[in-house]
């Protein structure tokens, strides 16, 4: 008797268990693909944030560098734009699954004319765009890229030859500098 006891106790568990898992399971709420993935934190709740800079020293440098090229052709820099900011998922794709892709992306400089048009987006690349999973990235970006017809300019140095860079780039012919 007592064994029979113990198998209805286990069977009695489990069953228990199984039904308050699956009943939470099933009362999770499916969230709409344009609500956010968790809820803002409590206002009473301390945040943890400290202020980040945007740029790290070599973007910063790389930064100083394209700044007089930008001015003397009436370009803007545009820093650290995500690539959801830059690139359209058109309706009657399946849009979450391609927006996933470049939601979290974000590429280093984006040059744009003065009423915002894209002309050139440049990534700073170091050693880490040689790690495979890096270059992968990278693949898939240069083809996107290639499929919204924006070019894509990949530097890993600069130096006096950066705005002659730039400019072939941007298809614009270099000015002679009268020597």
């Known amino acids: 008797m007592e064994f029979i006891c113990f198998i209805l106790a286990v069977f009695l568990i489990v069953f228990m268990t199984s039904a308050i898992y699956y009943m939470n399971k099933s009362h999770k709420v499916v969230k709409n693909a344009n609500q956010p993935e968790q809820e803002e934190p409590k206002p009473a709740e301390p945040l943890p944030y400290t202020a980040a800079k945007l740029l790290t020293r070599r973007e910063y440098a790389f930064f100083k560098a394209l700044q007089p090229i930008a001015q ?14 830059l690139v359209a998922v058109p ?15 974000h590429v280093d400089f984006t040059l744009c004319d003065m009423n ?7 990534e700073l690349d170091d050693s880490t765009h040689d790690c495979p999973d890096r270059q992968t990235r990278d693949d898939f970006v240069d083809r996107v890229f290639q499929k919204i017809n924006v070019k894509l300019l990949h530097v890993r140095t600069w130096g006096t030859d ?6 072939s780039a941007l ?6 500098t009268g020597n």
Not at 72 to 85: E, V
Not at 162 to 167: P, S, W
């Open 171 to 176: 298809a614009i012919p270099e000015v002679p």
């Open 72 to 85: 003397k052709h009436s370009l803007m820099i545009c820093p650290k734009i995500r690539l959801a900011d």
């Open 162 to 167: 950066l705005e002659q860079t730039i400019l």
């Open 116 to 122: 915002l048009n894209v002309k050139l987006v440049i």
């Open 91 to 105: 309706q009657g794709t399946t849009e979450r699954k391609w927006f996933n892709y470049i939601k979290a992306k």
